[in-house]
Nanobody, 116 residues
């Protein structure tokens, strides 16, 4: 069974940084597009950023120049470096693994709270 396990969430003050990790198992990780989504209370889940198997990235406008996605195929892990965090970044962050064909997989989510 495919597993995606996120870690690294927590409480941080505005302007602070966090690094999220998502470790994948039981998939051919290098072939998947990996993404980070988030869902704030009362809002729909939204795509924050993704990285393809070839390393191409895209970012939601509000996180450009603040967040960086990266992947380590040797470790089957994708990372999200979040800098200059704002209260509006508060959400549950979910890791997603999407193949070229077939269903995608989700992690259980990790809470990120930005508050003073």
């Amino acid at each position: 069974q495919v597993q995606l396990v996120e870690s690294g969430g927590g409480l941080v003050q505005p302007g602070g940084s966090l690094r999220l990790s998502c470790a994948a198992s039981r998939i051919r990780f290098s072939l998947y597009t990996m993404g980070w989504y988030r869902q704030a209370p009362g809002k729909q889940r939204e795509l924050v950023t993704s990285i393809t198997s070839g390393g191409s990235t895209n970012y939601e406008d509000s996180v450009k120049d603040r967040f960086t996605i990266s992947r380590d195929n040797a470790k089957n892990t994708v990372y999200l470096q979040m800098n200059s965090l704002k209260p509006e970044d508060t959400a549950i962050y979910y890791c997603n693994a999407r193949p070229v064909l077939g269903p995608s997989f989700w992690g259980q989510g990790t809470q990120v709270t930005v508050s003073s």
